[in-house]
Each structure stands twice: as C-alpha cells, then as structure tokens.
C-alpha cells in the first residue's frame, strides 16, 4: 500500500473499532507503519472517530518529529513507537477499551485457551503486561515482554493492545481478544470453565 491507501485504511479501521465499541469517545488510537516514509501514521489527539478524517491523521517519525498533520498525535504514540522499534515484522499496533477484555486488564487476570479461535488469531492465551504509565516508553516496553509469541495482550489497569504484519491482521486480532474476554467473562459467571489442553492447543497450531 503507499500512503494515502495506508490512511484510508487506518482511518476505515479507527472508525469500524468505534462503530464496534472497541473505543468509546475519543479512547484507544491506532497506527500503521509506513515503510516507504520510514514513519508511522496515526490517529490525532481528542479528535471524535465520528468526525476524523484523512487530513486529521499524524505522521511522525519514531523519536516523534512530526513531518505530516495539523493536530497533536496519540498520547499513546510512544508506545506505538516502541513497538515498531522493536518489532520491524510488524506494521500495525492497535490499542483499545473494549470493555470485557479491559475488565480484566482491571483485574490483571489472563484469558486461558478456551476457544479455538484464540490459537490462530491470538496465538495462543492472553497475557497481562505489567503496569505502565500512560503516554511513556514503558507501556509498550512492558508489552513487548508479552507479545513474543502473541499478536494481542491485555495492559494492566489500561485496555488491550493488537499487533499485526497488516491492519486487517491486527483489528481481527483486536475483536477475537473481545470476543474471547466476552465469552470468558459469561462462562465464569455460568458454571466451571474448562480450558483447552496444551496437547489440543498444539494440535490447533499444527493443523
């Protein structure tokens, strides 16, 4: 994709989390990485997704020189950079509220294997990054401990983080992470949860 089709994408994807209640307000960002411009696209600062349109979005480089956009970044736009850093594989960082699976970031409680989606789309259980705090380095610092082998954690007393190698892939990640903590939070309610087991989990990865 070059630019202009990496923003209309991530602004389809900002969008399409608010219409879905993965955000609510002017909550959660999302960006992509740009390789051609050796930068990455965001969304703005306390803008509505109701209203956000292309020439709202940020581009910056990863020591956060803005060299495209009229609004503020993300707050959160440190912690995107720390990723893409890190992590050249992947180009899409996806941060929400989505309430259920953000109810147990609150509780800091990992979400265990227990739907079979989880293993393909997730890879595997959720994990629980430790604390940090809002707007530095350490929130994605934190969640690049957890996400070796994940494409989506929980960060504590915060919300949820997604990655992917697209945007496509890091917003499905984001609403099976939902749909998983929606469906947890009912079986726990209902009765004893059964977890798939390590062996049914490895045959999942293996098919």
């Known amino acids: 994709m070059n630019s202009k089709e990496l923003k209309e994408a991530l602004l389809e994807t900002a969008k399409e989390s608010y219409k879905l209640g993965l955000v609510a307000g002017t909550s959660g960002n999302v960006s992509v990485y740009d390789d051609e411009r050796d930068a990455m696209i965001i969304t703005p600062s306390s803008i509505p997704y109701e209203t956000m349109t292309l020439e709202d979005l ?20 440190r912690m995107h950079a ?37 293993v393909p789309f997730i890879g595997g259980d959720v994990p629980v990054a430790k604390f940090g705090m809002p707007g530095t380095d350490s929130v994605g610092i934190e969640a ?9 954690c929980l960060l504590s007393n915060h919300g949820t983080l997604a990655i992917g190698e697209t945007i496509d892939k890091a917003f499905i990640s984001s609403i099976y992470l939902e749909d998983a903590a929606k469906i947890y939070h009912i079986a726990k309610n209902a009765g004893d949860v059964k977890v798939l087991s390590e062996k049914e989990i490895d045959a999942m990865r293996n098919s």
């Open 144 to 152: 690049l401990k957890v996400l070796k082998d994940r494409k989506a």
């Open 82 to 118: 720390q990723i893409f850093k890190e992590r050249q594989d992947i180009k899409c960082v996806l941060h929400t509220h989505s309430p259920y699976a953000t109810g147990f970031a609150v509780c800091r409680e990992s979400i265990p294997v227990i739907l079979i989606e989880m």
């Open 58 to 77: 940020v581009v910056l480089k990863l020591d956060g020189t803005i060299v495209e956009g009229h609004n503020q970044p993300s707050s959160e736009w």
